[in-house]
């Protein structure tokens, strides 16, 4: 072969969990990689879906409203249905739970090679898809728990966020971006439309430690907690050191700004939401897994995301997220 020719070089999500499977895991059964398969396919059909989205008829309503008592937008149904029917061609996952569903998916709960529990907020932000803002999908693994008799499907799907065993996100944005976490660090793919195929463009992502950069609906001031109002107020001091105020209103775009620059995303307790509005099964959990893989961190306010017992399927929970420091000096002012 000619020597000067050089192959197009690129690794891509599949590739790249192999491996550091390889490396890092050689028990590994490539069953993960199999299921990673199964989103990474429905998210590129979202994200054809969004940005085509005002030349096809998928956008608006469907004029009905969901268990969490939002609109439900065309294109919600759109990625639920999507992730739901290419996961479920995976023989390995055995339950799904999706932020769009009233209750799980229970796809094998007795077949133990399914043993994989996936929960997703199919496309969160979709409030924003009408007007072009950014949205994303954000997913969790779990596996299922041993010992739990027929029937009690909620025993395997309610577990603290520290047995997820893989979680990640995909922003549907300026590009399509997949970040995603197995325990072994934070790793960013890009979609390459030409090719159809995420390739890697960071491995080991670390957030930054501090960023004198908060995003919250401030909006909400006057409902919020007085230690939170507290810290609102300092950060535009003189001695704060120049804070700036990012909100975009959607999650997966606002955490995505605060993973790669630092800095803190705050949604707390409100009157209207006074559990918080986000969801801890498949918003609150697998991005508190990511920040925690890259160095951040992520509490309610009382606890760590990740330590929280969950409840209920669409359990809600404040949430601040974001550069270590920044978190600690939140909860210094919302804990005095
Ligand atoms: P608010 C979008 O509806 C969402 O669920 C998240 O993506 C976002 O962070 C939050 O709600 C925005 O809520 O109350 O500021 O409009």
Do not use: C
């Not at 971006?177 to 660090?185: H, L, S």
Request: net charge neutral; aromatic share 8%.
């Amino acid at each position: 072969m000619n020597a000067s020719i050089k192959p197009i070089a690129f690794n891509t999500i599949q590739q790249h969990v192999l491996e550091r499977q390889r490396r890092l895991h050689p028990e590994a059964t490539g069953e993960f990689n199999w299921l990673l398969g199964g989103i990474t396919l429905a998210t590129k059909v979202i994200s054809d879906q969004v940005r085509r989205a005002g030349l096809v008829d998928v956008l608006g309503t469907t004029g009905e409203t969901n268990v969490q008592g939002e609109v439900v937008q065309k294109l919600d149904v759109i990625a639920n249905e999507t992730i739901a029917a290419s996961l479920g061609y995976r023989d390995n996952v055995g339950i799904m739970v999706s932020e769009e569903d009233d209750e799980p998916r229970i796809l094998k709960e007795l077949d133990a090679k399914a043993k994989y529990i996936v929960l997703f907020d199919p496309l969160d932000g979709s409030s924003n898809i009408d007007v072009n803002v950014s949205i994303g999908t954000i997913f969790s693994v779990l596996q299922r728990r041993e010992g739990i008799e027929a029937g009690r499907v909620m025993d395997h799907i309610l577990q603290p966020g520290y047995q997820q065993v893989a979680a990640g996100y995909v922003i549907y944005s300026s590009s399509t971006v997949m970040a995603y976490t197995t325990g072994d660090g934070v790793h960013m793919f890009t979609l390459d439309p030409a090719i159809g195929v995420y390739r890697l463009h960071r491995e080991n992502i670390t957030m930054p430690p501090m960023g004198r950069t908060y995003s919250v609906n401030e909006a909400y001031f006057a409902q919020f907690p007085k230690g939170i109002r507290e810290y609102l107020k300092w950060t535009k001091t003189e001695e704060a050191g120049g804070y700036g105020q990012r909100y975009i209103g959607s999650l997966v775009a606002d955490f995505h700004r605060t993973l790669l620059k630092g800095g803190v995303f705050l949604y707390p307790p409100t009157r209207k939401a006074p559990k918080g509005k986000l969801r801890l099964l498949y918003e609150a959990n697998p991005l508190a897994f990511i920040a925690e893989q890259a160095g951040g961190a992520a509490t309610d306010g009382t606890q760590r995301i990740l330590d929280k017992i969950p409840a209920a399927l669409h359990e809600r929970t404040p949430l601040v997220i974001g550069s270590k420091a920044e978190v600690d000096r939140v909860l210094s002012f919302w804990q005095s």
